[in-house]
């Protein structure tokens, strides 16, 4: 290999090394300019904490508050996995009965997208009074709210496959429910991970509002009671954590599809080893 070559593939490496330390630090250095620019904000023009509290507001109210906090925030995280996982399991199952059937999908369809356009804060009372005020709303909420997204992308991963494929597997002598075994479901899975990090961070919203709604516990009911008390800071403080938890949640199932769906992605992760990509 002549010196050139190894100069070459050398100033790559080099490159590559620098791209992956940049994604690594990118996201912190986001979330730290922002709050920094959010403290220099409120410093600068003035805020009121009552409209708008620093960043060192909200953490001051955290950590007087964090017993509370961590309470209500491991109570809303286990009701919304709850809620996720229910979702999980029944979208997986019918969105492979919607992808796979031009009759289930004609049939359902049109009430799975009428259910979906209601509010959900406007089923809360509802749940409230066949369950009463405790977890189970909370959980069905966020049941409801996760379950679309999906349906929508496991059918739609199933019902893309090539029909001329589907035809050469049946010539092949494959029955239908191998054809959505070995390749309706491989074809659904970056569809599905795809959805699973849409509904792991809108299951929150469902949790929150059943517990803002039916107050017993969970960060909705922390926020609520801060709410009534003026306590603006400790509401951000809410707010962020639960933010901070969606993140986290997220990130879990990024980590889940790059091991399990790794070559949907192998082109674009190969685009971030090239120089000057």
Do not use: C
Not at 45 to 62: E, N, W, Y
Not at 166 to 182: C, E, Q
Not at 192 to 203: D, E, P, Y
Not at 234 to 250: E, K, N, P, R, S
Request: charged share 15%.
């Amino acid at each position: 290999m002549s010196s050139k070559a190894q100069t070459r593939i050398e100033a790559m490496a080099a490159s590559a090394r620098r791209r992956r330390t940049l994604q690594a630090w990118l996201p912190w250095l986001v979330i730290a300019g922002t709050f920094l620019a959010w403290e220099l904000a409120t410093d600068l023009f003035g805020i009121s904490t009552f409209i708008l509290p620093a960043p060192s507001d909200v953490f001051a109210a955290a950590v007087k508050w964090w017993k509370p906090l961590l309470d209500d925030s491991i109570h809303t995280l286990l009701s919304t996995l709850a809620g996720f996982g229910l979702a999980v399991v029944a979208g997986l199952l019918l969105g492979i009965a919607i992808g796979s059937s031009t009759l289930v999908y004609k049939g359902l369809y049109p009430l799975l997208i009428a259910f979906n356009s209601i509010p959900k804060v406007a089923v809360v009372p509802v749940l409230i009074i066949w369950f009463g005020i405790g977890v189970w709303p909370a959980i069905i909420t966020a049941f409801l709210i996760s379950f679309f997204p999906i349906v929508v992308n496991v059918a739609t991963g199933i019902a893309t496959v090539e029909p001329e494929l589907r035809d050469v597997l049946r010539a092949l002598g494959a029955k239908p429910s191998d054809i959505i075994r070995k390749v309706g479901l491989p074809r659904a899975m970056p569809y599905f991970f795809a959805s699973l990090k849409i509904a792991i961070t809108v299951a929150f919203v469902g949790s929150i509002i059943a517990e803002s709604v039916a107050p017993n516990a969970g960060i909705g009911r922390l926020m609520m009671v801060a709410s009534s008390r003026f306590d603006v800071p400790l509401v951000f403080a809410g707010l962020i954590v639960t933010g901070m938890m969606g993140i986290m949640l997220y990130w879990i199932a990024e980590f889940i599809e790059r091991r399990t769906t790794g070559w949907a992605t192998r082109g674009q992760d190969a685009q971030n080893f090239t120089p000057g990509g």
